[in-house]
């Protein structure tokens, strides 16, 4: 880690100290080396089991796809006016499309993610769900505490006209999850994005499992990462599909994409 990263992270520490025990704790599993990397039986169970974005939404909604094309080429210029700004990487958001048009074709009421960063995914979320007439994002997240002052730059791609519609936490999952099941009584979609550790994906979804609404939908990105996903739908027999080898889905939608697409 560099000097100035190291002083960052002091002054983040310092001005920040209730967020010390969860720091410590991300810095030790990282330390340790438990984000395993991912197998090639992985890789190969995610190539059997994948269909294109493409594919799933153009023959679930294929209106509702083309808007969501509209949205992905409004956002990344909407995007690099903002980010052009930032002397700082933020780091990517996912395929904001596909979240987009999912929320969309959902028509979710209460919608929770964890991972924010510059906030792509969390103005996907918030935009579809003004398209759809209401709802509300719940975020979790914990700023990348390498610069400085870095709550500033969580979420900066949301426009203020979005914010009504969202809680924002950033005490990092093990405390904002929590937190956000006191004010829900359900979940319709789950977005998890944040700690790419088992320990982490296992911690989240156990947690709101049990809030997930009937025709909920649980959306893990990253799943080329470990075999967890793959372990725990197959464990558990629980329906699921695979998107583009990267995300994982567990739900309703699960159903009637095979439906469709079969």
Known sequence: MRFESL?????????????????AHKIGKRLLGENDAGSADNDRWLAE????VDQLARRLDASLWAEAIEFDAEQRRHAQSVLE??????GGGG???FLYWLTRYLRPKVVVETGVAAGWSSRAFLLALRENGGGMLYSSDLPYFRLPDPDRFVGVLVEDQLRKDWKLYLEGDSANLPRILDQVNRIDVFHYDSDKMRSGREFAVSLIKERLSPDGVIVMDDIFNDDWFRNYVTTHDLPFAVVERRYGIIGSLVATSRQTLA
Do not use: C, Y
């Open 7 to 23: 002083i960052n992270v002091a002054r983040f520490i310092a001005r920040n100290p209730s967020r010390m025990p969860v720091l």
């Open 49 to 52: 089991h994948s269909i294109s």
């Open 85 to 90: 700004k930032i002397p700082h990487d933020l």
């Open 95 to 97: 395929d904001h499309r």
